[in-house]
Nanobody
Framework: QEQLVESGGGLVQAGGSLRLSCAAS????????KAWFRQAPGKEREFVAA????????NYADPVKGRFTISGDTAKGTVYLQMNSLKPEDTAVYYC???????????????WGQGTQVTVSS
């Protein structure tokens, strides 16, 4: 089974923190670079952060720079998103994606998770 499963979403007050996890199953899926995307109501899905397979390289979207940190367990192929100083505008369904590094931000991708809801209240 080659799949991604997100967890860790929930309801948090503005200024609070959450840590999302993305578990990869399958030999191929575990070895891919990983990225987080999010989709808020009425908006297009947008890139949040990415990490290379080795974890040596990361990339962040401007709205989350300085607040979110992506990290991973390369042995397990698991990726995390530490979300600090959360704002109401961070409210969205957060999705994990996998693929080669060269196309991880804009696509194509080789796998997607089902998403986990993050709601930030004011």
């Amino acid at each position: 089974q080659e799949q991604l499963v997100e967890s860790g979403g929930g309801l948090v007050q503005a200024g609070g923190s959450l840590r999302l996890s993305c578990a990869a199953s399958g030999r191929t899926m575990r070895s891919y670079a990983k990225a987080w995307f999010r989709q808020a109501p009425g908006k297009e899905r947008e890139f949040v952060a990415a990490i290379s397979w080795s974890g040596s390289t990361t990339n962040y979207a401007d709205p989350v720079k300085g607040r979110f940190t992506i990290s991973g367990d390369t042995a397990k192929g698991t990726v995390y998103l530490q979300m600090n100083s959360l704002k109401p505008e961070d409210t969205a369904v957060y999705y994990c994606a996998a693929g080669v590094w060269a196309t991880i931000r804009r696509g194509p991708h080789n796998g997607w998770g089902q998403g986990t809801q993050v709601t930030v209240s004011s």
